[in-house]
C-alpha cells in the first residue's frame, strides 16, 4: 500500500532531550514535507526537500533539523526541544510531476514538557 | 501568508451539493489550484488540482473561473463522512520547480458541516 509512515504517534519527552520523528514513504517521491499544525493557526510548513540532499526552509523552521540522505526517508530533528514545539506534526510526499498531490501521513502528536 | 481566502465555515445539507468558494487574486500563470481536506486530527487528503480547465475525479468537481482569480470546489452529494476542513492551495506546477520552490502555505480553510 502507498503510505506515508511517521514514528511516533505520540511523544511526549521533557525539555531539552534531542528527538527524532522518522518519516519514510514507499511511493519514490522526491518532494517530502514536514508541517505543524496548531489549534487557531492550521498547517504551517516547517522544512520541505525536492530530492535527496536538497532541502530548505519552509515558513517556521527554528528549532528543527531535517535531512534528506535517501529519496524515502525525511527525519525531522528537535535537537533541544522546548514547550512550544508541543504539537501535530504531519510529513508528506509528493512526486515531482504534474498530476500528483502530496501524500500525508497520519501524524504524531507531540508533547514537550 | 497564504494566497489564498476561504469562508471559515459552512454547511451543507446531506445529500445537497456542497459548493466550497476560494479566492485566490494573485495566482500567477504557473501555478496550479489544490483542494486538500483535513478529517478531524487526521492527515490532509488531497482531493483534486487543476490549472485553468474545469476538473473532475470520483471525489469532486474543481470550477476555475476564466480569469483564475477563484475556484469552487463541489461535493456533488455530500455524506456525514465529508464532514472535514478543507484547504485550497496554490502550488508552483512541479514539474517546473527546478530551481523553484515547494514552499506551501495552507490557509485556515473552510470548515464544512454537512447536517443529516
Known amino acids: 500500500e502507498a503510505q506515508v509512515t511517521q514514528n511516533p504517534r505520540y511523544l511526549i519527552t521533557v525539555t531539552g532531550k534531542k528527538l527524532t520523528v522518522t518519516c519514510s514513504q514507499n511511493?519514490?517521491?522526491?518532494?517530502m514535507s514536514w508541517y505543524r499544525q496548531d489549534p487557531g493557526l492550521g498547517l504551517r510548513q516547517i522544512y520541505y526537500s525536492m530530492n535527496v540532499e536538497v532541502t530548505d526552509k519552509g515558513d517556521v523552521p527554528e528549532g528543527y533539523k531535517v535531512s534528506r540522505k535517501e529519496k524515502r526517508n525525511f527525519p525531522l530533528i528537535l535537537e533541544s526541544p522546548s514547550p512550544n514545539q508541543t504539537s501535530l506534526y504531519f510529513c508528506a510526499s509528493s512526486a515531482s510531476t504534474v498530476g500528483h498531490g502530496y501524500t500525508f501521513g497520519s501524524g504524531t502528536r507531540l508533547t514537550v514538557v | 501568508d497564504a494566497k489564498t481566502t476561504q469562508p471559515p465555515s459552512m454547511d451543507c445539507a446531506e445529500g445537497r451539493a456542497a459548493n466550497l468558494p476560494c479566492n485566490h487574486s494573485?495566482?500567477?500563470?504557473?501555478?496550479?489550484v489544490y483542494w486538500y481536506r483535513q478529517i478531524h486530527s487526521q492527515g490532509p487528503q488531497y482531493i483534486i488540482h487543476g490549472l485553468k480547465n474545469n476538473e473532475t475525479n470520483e471525489m469532486a468537481s474543481l470550477i476555475i473561473t476564466e480569469d483564475r482569480k477563484s475556484s469552487t470546489l463541489i461535493l456533488p452529494h455530500a455524506t456525514l463522512r465529508d464532514t472535514a476542513v478543507y484547504y485550497c492551495?496554490?502550488?508552483?506546477?512541479?514539474?517546473?520547480?527546478?530551481?523553484?520552490?515547494?514552499?506551501?502555505?495552507f490557509g485556515k480553510g473552510t470548515k464544512l458541516t454537512v447536517n443529516p
Open positions: 494573485t495566482i500567477s500563470g504557473n501555478e496550479y
Open positions: 511511493m519514490n517521491h522526491e518532494y
Open positions: 492551495i496554490v502550488r508552483v506546477a512541479p514539474s517546473i520547480t527546478q530551481g523553484g520552490s515547494e514552499k506551501l502555505v
